[in-house]
């Protein structure tokens, strides 16, 4: 086949290019005219291209669509016909704007093969691919962390292999039963040692030291000891098989688990070497003080809770409205403080000393705790509190709705990305079974893909929640593509 054909066999009588040229594109079934003077105010992009090919040879034309009907001058595209709407729309108004309810990474696909750049994309729109591109990133991490989990490799060392396998035990209660019972006597001593440091402040439960101090049972210090005792060997464990130290050091939980163990080890140490040091009083206090961290261990059950861990993400979202709501607590306090302490100041009895201490009062009386112990007695000044809690019951209430909904909303997408995870090792695992596709079976049947493993096959999946993420190949497809 020659590489360029007549006018007259291609499109018939082709205008001259300064006259206006009309071509017609079947994209899945919609037909649509479109003309040259539109396409050409963005010529770098497919559609614009096709106005120039005509006269360029069968090899030109194929390359920018899928199949070409020379009879009805028309040019055939696989592709999604309600996302090429969406495309058309950057010749008249400079911009594309994504449909509702369809998917943003099908529609980036869609944009790249219509050589539309995406620039062109509105900023509301931009915001829901950046959305689903996190999304699909945490996807893949939480697949290779699975995969990690189920294979290793076989050239590290054995020394290695065991790093990973404790690291595995500690850290993912889920991988095995040994380490779903390890995990359940973590939450145990969790709960044992928060009760036994609450137990031991009942008078009736302590006993009197040879000065006369009253202490903690000894057989609650016992008790606190093991407790103490496990939390030291559990962080030990993870910290040496930890793959990154230093990240693991400043992560927040571990930091909460250093200072739920290090007062222990340091009223100790005071306890022993301190008198020679300083004085015992002071010796005492210091261990009194540390001993107060201990409520720090509290917060370790975050480690063994979801929903401590979403709603500890669902308030770092929130900051903005927290924010909001200390602002507006903030700004009534000053006011109605102010305003109470000038109203009160013709009552002989009046317990409205100063401004800053009205700031008491207002405090709880815009949170409606109240109380009683400072109060308004003259008439203004009761007007002033009853607009003062009215307004810190609106002002509370305001952020609450979308702290609600940000707590929901966190707690929905990590549902779905478990399910999306599981969902595509599923595939993945369908497709290195070989029963899934044709494909599957004719790789299994060439002898350099025998004994691929599901990550190997990862790379061979051309499924539409394919996350290309996981690997830095590029496929491409042809078929119309779906958002699962």
Same mark, same amino acid.
């Given at each position: 086949m020659d590489g360029g054909l007549s006018s007259e066999e291609l499109s018939g009588d082709v205008p001259h290019c300064s006259q206006e040229i009309e071509i017609t594109v079947n994209v899945g079934g919609i037909r649509q005219v479109l003309h040259s003077d539109v396409l050409n105010r963005y010529p770098d992009t497919r559609l614009a291209e096709l106005v120039h090919c005509l006269a360029m040879g069968y090899d030109a034309i194929f390359s920018l669509c899928d199949d070409y009907d020379p009879g009805k001058k028309e040019f055939y595209f696989d592709r999604d016909p309600d996302a090429f709407k969406c495309i058309t729309e950057v010749y008249y108004y400079g911009e594309v704007h994504m449909k509702r309810g369809m998917c943003p990474i099908c529609f980036k696909n869609e944009m790249e093969f219509w050589k539309v750049d995406l620039s062109l994309l509105d900023d509301c729109c931009k915001s829901h691919l950046n959305e689903k591109n996190e999304e699909l990133e945490e996807i893949?991490?939480?697949? %290779?962390?699975?995969?990690?989990?189920?294979?290793?490799?076989?050239?590290?060392?054995?020394?290695?292999?065991?790093?990973?396998?404790?690291? %595995?035990?500690?850290?993912?209660?889920?991988?095995?039963?040994?380490?779903?019972?390890?995990?359940?006597?973590?939450?145990?001593?969790?709960?044992?040692?928060?009760?036994?440091?609450?137990?031991?402040?009942?008078?009736?439960?302590?006993?009197?030291?040879?000065?006369?101090?009253?202490?903690?049972?000894?057989?609650?210090?016992?008790?606190?000891?093991?407790?103490?005792?496990?939390?030291?060997?559990?962080?030990?464990?993870?910290?040496?098989?930890?793959?990154?130290k230093i990240h693991f050091a400043f992560t927040f939980m571990n930091i909460i688990d250093v200072l739920a163990i290090l007062p222990f080890y340091v009223s100790i140490t005071l306890t022993n070497l301190g008198t020679n040091i300083i004085g015992l009083t002071n010796v005492q206090q210091a261990i009194q003080a540390l001993r107060i961290m201990r409520i720090a261990r509290i917060f370790k059950l975050a480690r063994h809770s979801s929903g401590l861990q979403t709603l500890t993400y669902a308030l770092k979202s929130s900051f903005k409205e927290l924010g909001l709501l200390l602002m507006y607590l903030a700004v009534g306090i000053f006011v109605f403080s102010a305003l109470g302490y000038t109203m009160e100041q013709s009552h002989p009895d009046t317990l409205f000393k100063s401004i800053p201490q009205s700031f008491w009062?207002?405090?709880?009386?815009?949170?409606?705790?109240?109380?009683?112990?400072?109060?308004?007695?003259?008439?203004?000044? %009761?007007?002033?509190?009853?607009?003062?809690?009215?307004?810190?019951?609106?002002?509370?209430?305001?952020?609450?709705?979308?702290?609600?909904?940000?707590?929901?909303?966190?707690?929905?997408?990590?549902?779905?990305?478990?399910?999306?995870?599981?969902?595509?090792?599923?595939?993945?695992?369908?497709?290195?079974?070989?029963?899934?596709?044709?494909?599957?079976?004719?790789?299994?049947?060439?002898?350099?893909?025998?004994?691929?493993?599901?990550?190997?096959?990862? %790379?061979?999946?051309?499924?539409?929640?394919?996350?290309?993420?996981?690997?830095?190949?590029?496929?491409?497809?042809?078929?119309?593509?779906?958002?699962?």
């Open positions: 893949a991490i939480r697949v %290779k962390t699975i995969l990690d989990d189920l294979g290793g490799d076989t050239s590290e060392t054995k020394c290695k292999r065991f790093q990973k396998y404790i690291w %595995k035990f500690m850290e993912k209660p889920e991988s095995s039963l040994p380490a779903r019972v390890t995990a359940v006597l973590s939450f145990l001593f969790i709960l044992i040692s928060s009760v036994v440091m609450c137990v031991g402040t009942i008078p009736e439960m302590q006993v009197e030291d040879a000065q006369g101090n009253r202490v903690e049972h000894p057989t609650l210090d016992n008790i606190e000891t093991v407790c103490i005792g496990w939390f030291t060997l559990e962080y030990i464990l993870r910290f040496i098989s930890s793959p990154n009062w207002a405090i709880i009386t815009m949170t409606t705790v109240g109380y009683g112990d400072i109060y308004p007695k003259t008439t203004l000044g %009761k007007l002033n509190a009853a607009t003062s809690f009215l307004c810190g019951v609106i002002a509370i209430a305001l952020p609450i709705h979308p702290i609600i909904n940000n707590f929901v909303k966190y707690y929905n997408k990590q549902r779905v990305l478990e399910t999306a995870a599981k969902h595509e090792l599923e595939l993945m695992e369908l497709y290195s079974n070989g029963g899934y596709t044709s494909e599957s079976q004719a790789s299994s049947e060439v002898p350099e893909f025998r004994g691929l493993s599901v990550r190997d096959h990862m %790379k061979l999946s051309h499924s539409d929640t394919f996350i290309q993420a996981l690997t830095e190949e590029k496929h491409h497809r042809t078929r119309l593509q779906s958002c699962k």
